[in-house]
């Protein structure tokens, strides 16, 4: 992984771009690398044009409008509100010929997530701010204000567990886990307590989601280095993500800017998929249901952890398991997309859910498992409205059951 | 031709009928519908920007559309998957560009007549999902497989990998198409919409396949469906000359396997430049020259047979195979390396930016040959003077024929260029390039194009003047001052606007 964030490194994405000012050759060169392709295999992969059908929010549109300001035909302000049209789900990035063919040899790929987050920094950076942004605003002070608040507010989901704040092993429950998805970071730190794994928490994180990260970089990086400073001060060699979102970070943005973690980190399922392989977890309950799984695109497309689940799911007795492979996945998302694009869109992000859920309909399944707590809540939202026949289960609810494990 | 004004006018119009949320006016969602994949002249870009864009999702939307173009005298280019390689969708003279692609309804399935009603904005790619549960197949399989819509297909006159099912003009067996006058016609075989051949009436249908939207906008399609093959089977065979590999196709086209859906040839200076960075060719040993690379689809026992014969073949003719790995991989991967624009090496290896393009042309079998030959002599001119914008990357020949593979051909030479280096010198330069191609193919009986169109900037004057001059070309013209008597839809194209020159001059 580290290697491939090297490859895909553009220092000069942290120049920023000035308003009325001429755009950087770099730049320049970098937006035409995206234009001189022109088949757009970006577009029929993205999940938001699948729904609008509008060639402008796709990687190689947004790509194209920054050419068009650095060929003095646009403004840079005009590109705030197209900017806000992508999930940053990753897909593009995956299917684009560059990636797949070329990259390598030629240390170059297309980055359009990084991309995208540089522009709507850079022009928030100048005061241009697309329209509905105030929702990310208000969550951006939400989890400023767990940050600048009581220790004992933070680590309330864990109220009972009792977790040391120092250790070896440390769960990292990231703000939203911790206050909106309480019940998963409960299950997963009963999960590893009883295949005696001794597990510590931190108790006082810094704010690592990606909305922060859409709007300043240098204040997201500050706070990712005060997360990291105290996972080591907690004593952690290894360091288990509980969230997609903040695991992708972990591994794709912190090395970048930050250098090695003086820690090992590793996502969730694949932690206790070893265990399970290990004999440490058995499931000695059935769990009947027809299920089939969901990947994040954090974990799938930035990550490409997608085996892991698959193996827990398969582990467990009673599932009758509709796989869909990870790569038809590619092409979806729960809507929520990893940063902005919900809080802004609430309607499309509803659609593109309703979407995804109608894809496991096709399969005949009657649960869709999720092993995101955004994709949870995405979903749950989602299926309320749109009443459509299927259960949201997140992976954690069937692997306690099958442990035997109560809530 | 129009002024502000009147554009104005007629977008206010245009919101009522189709919604604010449809019209796209902001600069930057403008220009991204100026070019196509085919190469642009980046340094121009501002000409070719269109005045606004309309997405619309009926045909009687797009009709509305149309007639008020007529009362405002406004330009429209039928926009599509914008995929093409002939500029179909580039606007010449401003105006709205009409993109299809929100009309991507799937209307019928109709499994016991064997065909499906689409909307122009329906994706191949998405398509074969829906189908491939019922066991039914899409089979058009142009290398734009992943971003372009039937519409844009039906448009260009679409070329198929697998012609062994036929191209685009076998494919679609009726469609609903707005006239340049805002009428809505049906486009058929006689009068019925899902029948694949009439002898009632003239051929209607022919004429708005390939027309590049100059003569309407087709909004409805009833297309062929095939059922899924039970299996696909590709295989690669290294010939040691071009020569070798063309006999070889010649006689395997004519053993009249039923399987045989697709082949495809390579010629010399094509495997020599994959050999620069293609880990597939870079291992075959020096004795492979040419290529000779095909594809069976159909059900087991008759891919079984064919693969037998193949190889016996292959082996009487000197072919080498590549085996089943190289082949496969091969195969799976034909959708997605052409257009990649880090896709060059220079001879010695070194890497440099740079993306093929390819002019094709249809060109009798017995004239293959001489083609390559002298196509590859025009293109070393040029690469001699420019080497570090153009590259030839060799040749690539097909049958061209659908459901017969023999006779006709059709031949590409793959171009490397490096288009951000393109000024109004070099630009035309290429044009002049593509001119001595085209000229080529004419000279041989050929015609400019098989699959990308007609209309390509730099021959399209070879295509309507000298390919065209035994009355087809003015045939043209009067079809279109008749049906288009605005010149509204997409004007400039094919030399078109000739039709309307000659009236103001009688």
Not at chain 2, 201 to 214: A, K, M, P, S, W
Request: glycine share 8%; hydrophobic share 35%; proline share 5%.
């Amino acid at each position: 992984m580290a290697e491939r964030e090297l490859l895909y490194y553009k220092k000069f994405y942290e120049e920023p771009l000035v308003l009325d000012k001429p755009i950087p050759d770099k730049m320049g060169k970098d937006m035409y690398f995206c234009f001189g392709c022109r088949t757009k295999h970006c577009r029929y992969i993205c999940p938001v044009y699948k729904e609008l059908r509008n060639e402008s929010y796709i990687a190689y549109g947004r790509h194209n409008a920054l050419l068009s300001v650095a060929k003095g035909l646009e403004d840079l302000r005009n590109l705030a509100n197209t900017m806000t049209y992508c999930l940053e789900c990753n897909a593009c990035e995956l299917r684009c010929p560059n990636t797949l063919f070329t990259a390598d040899f030629y240390r170059y790929g297309t980055t359009p997530t990084d991309f995208t987050r540089k522009i709507r920094r850079d022009l928030l950076a100048q005061g241009v701010k697309p329209d509905g942004w105030e929702e990310v605003e208000k969550y951006i002070a939400e989890h400023m204000g767990y940050f600048e608040g009581p220790h004992e507010e933070i680590t309330k989901w864990a109220q009972g567990l009792k977790l040391p704040t120092s250790g070896k092993t440390v769960l990292f429950v990231d703000y939203w886990t911790a206050f909106n998805a309480t019940d998963i970071a409960r299950l997963v730190a009963k999960i590893l307590a009883a295949a005696r794994v001794k597990i510590a928490i931190i108790d006082h994180p810094g704010v690592t989601n990606g909305e922060l990260l859409d709007s300043d970089l240098k204040k997201w990086l500050e706070h990712g280095k005060h997360t990291i400073d105290a996972l080591k001060a907690a004593g952690a060699e290894t360091v288990i993500v509980i969230n997609p979102h903040e695991y992708s970070y972990f591994v794709r943005q912190y090395p970048k800017y930050l250098g090695t973690l003086p820690f090992e980190v590793v996502f969730v399922t694949d932690y206790v998929n070893d265990l399970v392989k290990k004999g440490a977890i058995t499931f000695k309950n059935s769990v009947n249901m027809v299920a089939t799984y969901h990947d994040p695109c954090a974990l799938n497309k930035f990550c490409d952890v997608w085996e892991s689940p698959r193996e827990l799911i398969k582990a467990i007795p009673g599932i009758e398991f509709l796989d869909e492979d990870h790569v038809s996945q590619w092409d979806y998302c729960c809507g929520n997309g990893t940063a902005t694009f919900r809080k802004i869109h609430p309607d499309i992000a509803y659609r593109i859910g309703r979407s995804r859920l109608e894809r496991a309909l096709d399969l005949e399944a009657g649960n869709l498992i999720v092993s995101c707590p955004h994709c949870q809540d995405q979903f749950l939202e989602v299926k309320d409205k749109s009443r459509l026949p299927i259960e949201i289960k997140h992976i954690w609810e069937v692997v306690a059951e099958a442990m035997g494990i109560e809530k | 031709m129009q002024s502000t004004v009147q554009l104005g006018e007629m977008l206010k119009e245009v919101v009522d009928v189709v919604g604010e949320e449809n019209v796209l006016t902001d600069m930057h969602q403008r220009a991204v519908r100026a070019s196509v994949a085919a190469p642009f002249p980046l340094h121009k870009w501002e000409e070719h920007v269109p005045d606004a864009v309309v997405l619309p999702r009926t045909t009687d939307e797009v009709a509305r559309i149309v007639k008020l173009a007529n009362k405002y005298r406004v330009p429209l280019v039928p926009r599509a998957g914008a995929s093409g390689l002939c500029d179909g969708a580039v606007p010449l003279k401003k105006g709205i560009v009409v993109d299809t692609k929100r009309m991507n309804e799937i209307l019928e399935i109709d499994e016991a007549n064997m065909c499906a009603t689409v909307q122009p904005g329906v994706q191949p790619v998405e398509f074969n999902r829906i189908l491939r549960p019922l066991g039914l197949f899409w089979p058009d399989d142009p290398v734009s497989y992943y971003c372009c819509t039937i519409g844009g297909r039906i448009g260009t006159g679409g070329w198929s990998d697998l012609a062994g099912y036929g191209h685009v003009p076998e494919l679609i067996r009726s469609m609903q198409v707005v006239l340049p006058t805002g009428e809505v016609i049906t486009a058929s075989h006689g009068g019925g919409r899902k029948l694949a051949k009439s002898s009632v009436g003239f051929r209607t249908r022919d004429l708005f396949i390939g027309n590049q939207g100059t003569l309407g906008i087709v909004t409805e399609a009833v297309v062929e469906l095939y059922p899924r093959p039970e299996a696909q089977w590709p295989c690669i065979f290294g010939f040691p000359s071009f020569e070798a590999a063309l006999r070889n196709a010649d006689r395997m086209g004519k053993t009249g396997l039923k399987s045989l859906a697709s082949m495809t040839l390579f010629d010399e200076i094509k495997v020599e430049g994959l050999r620069r960075d293609d880990p597939a060719y870079i291992i075959q040993p020096e004795s492979v020259r040419s290529v000779n690379y095909f594809a069976c689809f159909g059900p087991e026992a008759e891919v079984r047979a064919a693969q037998d014969i193949l190889f016996r073949m292959c082996e009487e003719d000197g072919g080498v195979y590549f085996g089943q790995e190289i082949s496969e991989g091969d195969w799976a991967c034909r959708h997605e390396r052409y257009h990649n624009t880090f896709h060059s090496r220079t001879s010695g290896g070194l890497v440099k930016p740079g993306k093929w393009h390819c002019e094709d042309a249809a060109i009798p079998f017995s004239a293959v040959r001489e083609v390559f030959d002298r196509w590859h002599a025009i293109a070393k001119k040029y690469t001699d003077r420019y080497g570090d914008i153009f590259d030839d990357y060799g040749g690539i020949t097909y049958p061209n024929n659908p459901f017969r593979p023999w006779g006709s051909y059709i031949c590409e030479i793959d171009i490397m260029i490096d288009e951000s280096k393109f000024d109004e010198k070099i630009w035309q330069e290429w044009l002049n390039l593509k001119r001595e191609i085209a000229e080529v193919a004419v000279d041989v009986g050929g015609s400019i194009s098989a699959c990308h169109g007609g209309t390509r900037p730099g021959d399209v004057e070879v295509a309507c003047h000298k390919e065209l001059a035994e009355g087809q070309f003015d045939l043209m013209k009067k079809i279109k001052k008749m049906l288009d008597p605005n010149n509204i839809m997409n004007p400039g194209k094919y030399c078109l606007d000739e039709a309307y020159l000659a009236e103001n001059e009688e």
